[in-house]
């Protein structure tokens, strides 16, 4: 599952966030540190109310995302599943991904050498 099917998956139908607010957190949260490891917590915020403005959030117990920021706690539970994957898909997977770096693929899926 890469990065974008975990977001398909957490917004489900129409653009509308399927998790809890603390899986919402999490999610902003990760979001911002992928963007940039050193974020504060006004990026944080930024990230949490433009990811608003696109998508519906409810964050039911929470006035709105200042007030999550600073009652609620991240729920990872997700994003872990995340970080395992995005290690599977970057571990290399053998003899036959070996074989293959350096190599190009081709439009018809043939792999050649990479040029210059």
């Not at 489900?12 to 809890?20: D, E, I, K, P, Q």
């Not at 009652?71 to 991904?97: C, M």
């Not at 081709?106 to 040029?115: E, F």
Request: proline share 5%.
């Amino acid at each position: 599952m890469g990065f974008l099917s975990f977001l398909s998956k957490l917004l489900g139908l129409g653009r509308r966030f399927s998790g809890t607010p603390e899986q919402y957190l999490a999610m902003v949260r990760y979001i911002a540190a992928k963007n940039n490891p050193a974020y504060t917590q006004d990026k944080l915020l930024h990230w949490g109310e433009t990811f608003q403005k696109i998508m519906n959030v409810k964050l039911a117990h929470y006035a709105d995302f200042r007030d999550l920021m600073a009652k609620g706690t991240p729920d990872v539970s997700l994003i872990t599943k995340v970080d395992e994957r995005y290690e599977e898909l970057e571990t290399p997977a053998g003899p036959q991904e070996s074989a293959l770096r350096g190599k190009c693929r081709s439009r018809r899926g043939r792999y050649h050498d990479q040029p210059g």
